[in-house]
């Protein structure tokens, strides 16, 4: 039986080599825990996409792992604004950020219809938007929520989802169609908001619910 590679002589010599080679030229990697290293790739793919996109303002950073599907061409991100890693746009619709918002680490957009953020605006970690989606109607025969069925058999709720001056959305929460989230409010993690949420005010739940007013 044939003696498996790990274990003869030249493996250990290619192994030994590619190690101390590793240690050697470690300083090859230190960029990379940098944060001048990830603030120069961020703005390097701010640049990239700003060809593609109607618009990225000064300043604005686009971070790795960042995913923009179908129509880049109706995305317009404004100044100082950062989309953090692993964050997914799926744009058919206008898709408009305004200017200092941060869109964290694996928030999900799409824009059925017209999503707007605005100034200092803040979505968490694990937000999705959706301003289009697949519904239930009683007076159809059949209706399928899958997106692979004909259309005939789907039925679709859609609105505009617009998100305000400087409101917050907690980690995970879940955003409708047809919704506005009012300015300097905040809404508490892991909500589903399927209703309007006035100014100044605190929500949460699923679904969400009005807890209380800020001064």
Request: glycine share 6%; net charge positive.
């Amino acid at each position: 039986m044939k003696k498996e590679l790990r274990f003869t002589k030249k493996y250990k010599c290619v192994y030994f080599l590619t190690f101390i080679l590793s240690k050697l030229f470690f300083w090859f990697n230190i960029p990379k825990f940098s944060i001048y290293f990830r603030e120069i790739n961020s703005i390097f793919r701010a640049g990239m996409w700003s060809i593609l996109c109607k618009q990225i303002g000064f300043g604005s950073k686009i971070d790795s792992g960042f995913i923009l599907r179908y129509k880049p061409n109706m995305v317009s991100i404004g100044k100082y604004s950062h989309i953090d890693i692993n964050t997914t746009f799926e744009v058919y619709k206008e898709l408009i950020i305004g200017d200092y918002v941060h869109i964290c680490p694996n928030v999900y957009i799409q824009s059925g219809d017209v999503v707007k953020i605005e100034d200092y605006a803040c979505l968490s970690n694990g937000v999705k938007i959706y301003s289009k989606s697949n519904t239930y109607d009683e007076k159809m025969n059949f209706v399928s929520m899958s997106s692979n069925a004909p259309v005939e058999y789907q039925k679709f709720k859609s609105g505009k989802v617009h998100i305000k001056k400087n409101a917050f959305v907690g980690v995970n929460s879940v955003i409708l169609p047809n919704v506005t989230i009012g300015e300097n409010s905040i809404v508490g993690a892991g909500s589903v908001v399927n209703k309007d949420i006035p100014p100044n005010t605190i929500a949460a739940g699923v679904p969400v619910k009005i807890i209380k007013k800020l001064k």
